[in-house]
């Protein structure tokens, strides 16, 4: 996910710079942290306040601070995100110092976590809500707007899927749509069973009614969310329930395109695979979380897979869909990770060869059975994330490059490259979700938002695909609405 994909949702700019501008209730903004959850909240806490009276800033408003509400939506999965989390919350102290009409919340897994630290620590901070109940936030900052002091209100239980709250969506093309919400897994290293709770799945009719709408409202994408999506109805017995929605997905008319993220490898079974193999508008695309090449460490970790199930269930996601780019998540220097165990995860990795890896160095959090164990030095696990990453960066590079010369099918999602203007590109995702920045020919359509372009891919870079195609010789450029 790029930068400009993760940003908050902005009002448009004013057509008529002399209008004075809509104030509603109070101009918001929210600043998310974390994962593509979190962003799917943000944009539940954006309909939430629109839905009281609020109104988005623009860009512009966020630049000069002209703004009567900040929401931060945290993380808690790494130690830094806490950091970064009170870092930032200080920084708007000073904003508040100058602009004492200023409200400020935080939300998200932090929230949910340290919910009476936040308020002591930063007391500045005029309302705290936890994972559970993103609706509740009007109402803390009317009573924080009148009783002149903190308010939080952080419950465990769930009452109600984020689902039926309002939603201001960032993009009219892609949409976030959660299945589930909760992990039943006791991964020794994670803290979101503890602030999201048990896993608790939708019912298949809800989703698919959302996703309907969502085309209706003119997606052409949707990525289905969960924190393990594919043990969707396991809670109902219903193993198959996943690989169900995946087909019902493929009889919507006017869905170009579905992805989901973050499966379990345990549960990853071959109805899956062949679901996403014979449904035409299920993408071969793929986050599958190895987070360890060591058994010994994924039993430490309490991975319910070994090194040798994850790599046959890849070979057989491959023999179905060739073309498939498939990512993943690894944890370097997990306590009691030796050179041998770290050689495994190294081993791998080459023999998997992801197209792109999220990896991390091991940071304990309070309240998981791994912050007890022993750690291992910090200058140990710098040089083995190096090593990784080097590794790393390298098969992603070759894996790009036979790309070159191919057409491929880009869907413009308006998340533009920081050279675009000067360049004359437009950018968006090839369908295994692969960022492409294309060189529209000259004398040729410039293509909108949701706009498909096939084009033929000229150069390669470390990390997204060049197409500057030239029709004259051959090469493809064509648009399709």
Request: proline share 5%.
């Amino acid at each position: 996910m790029t930068e400009a994909e993760r940003a908050s949702k902005l009002a448009e700019p004013a057509g008529d710079a002399v209008a004075a501008p809509n104030r509603g209730k109070g101009v918001y903004y929210v600043h998310t942290l974390g994962c593509q959850m979190n962003v799917h909240d943000s944009e539940r806490i954006a309909g939430v306040l629109e839905s009281d009276g609020y109104v988005p800033a623009t860009e512009e408003q966020v630049i000069d601070k002209d703004i009567d509400l900040i929401v931060m939506n945290t993380c808690a999965v790494r130690e830094n995100a806490a950091e970064r989390m009170y870092g930032t919350i200080g920084l708007w102290a000073r904003m508040k110092r100058e602009r004492p009409n200023l409200q400020i919340a935080v939300g998200g897994c932090m929230a949910q976590l340290d919910r009476q630290k936040i308020a002591k620590k930063a007391p500045w901070v005029d309302a705290v809500f936890g994972t559970k109940n993103i609706g509740s936030l009007p109402r803390l900052l009317d009573q924080a707007r009148m009783v002149g002091e903190p308010q939080v209100d952080v419950v465990d239980r769930l009452d109600y899927f984020p689902s039926q709250l309002p939603t201001a969506r960032a993009s009219r093309v892609s949409s976030w749509v959660s299945i589930s919400i909760g992990c039943n897994n006791t991964c020794t290293f994670c803290i979101v069973p503890t602030t999201r709770g048990k896993e608790h799945d939708r019912r298949l009719g809800d989703i698919l009614a959302e996703i309907r709408q969502c085309v209706d409202n003119g997606a052409k994408e949707v990525t289905l969310l969960g924190q393990n999506v594919n043990s969707f109805g396991y809670g109902i017995g219903d193993r198959y329930a996943f690989s169900k929605l995946l087909r019902a997905c493929g009889e919507i008319e006017g869905l170009e395109r579905v992805r989901f993220t973050s499966p379990h490898p345990a549960a990853f079974t071959d109805d899956v695979i062949a679901a996403m193999a014979e449904t035409p508008n299920i993408m071969h695309q793929l986050h599958f979380p190895l987070q360890s090449g060591s058994d010994r460490i994924l039993r430490a970790m309490r991975r319910s897979y070994r090194s040798a199930k994850f790599l046959d269930i890849l070979g057989r996601i491959r023999e179905a869909m060739p073309d498939a780019q498939i990512s993943t998540d690894i944890i370097v220097g997990f306590p009691g990770e030796t050179d041998e165990d770290f050689e495994e995860t190294m081993r791998v990795v080459r023999e998997a060869r992801f197209s792109s890896a999220f990896t991390f160095e091991y940071s304990p959090r309070p309240g998981t059975p791994a912050a007890a164990m022993e750690q291992v030095p910090h200058d140990v696990v710098q040089e083995r994330f190096e090593r990784l990453v080097a590794l790393q960066e390298q098969i992603t590079a070759e894996e790009l490059a036979k790309f070159e010369g191919r057409d491929v099918e880009v869907m413009i999602t308006g998340a533009a490259g920081k050279k675009d203007s000067s360049t004359h590109r437009v950018t968006g995702r090839e369908k295994t979700g692969v960022l492409v920045h294309i060189g529209v020919p000259e004398g040729e359509t410039m293509p909108e938002v949701g706009d498909f372009v096939t084009a033929t891919v000229t150069h390669a870079g470390r990390h997204n695909l060049i197409a500057d195609p030239n029709p004259a010789e051959g090469q493809t450029y064509h648009v399709r609405h």
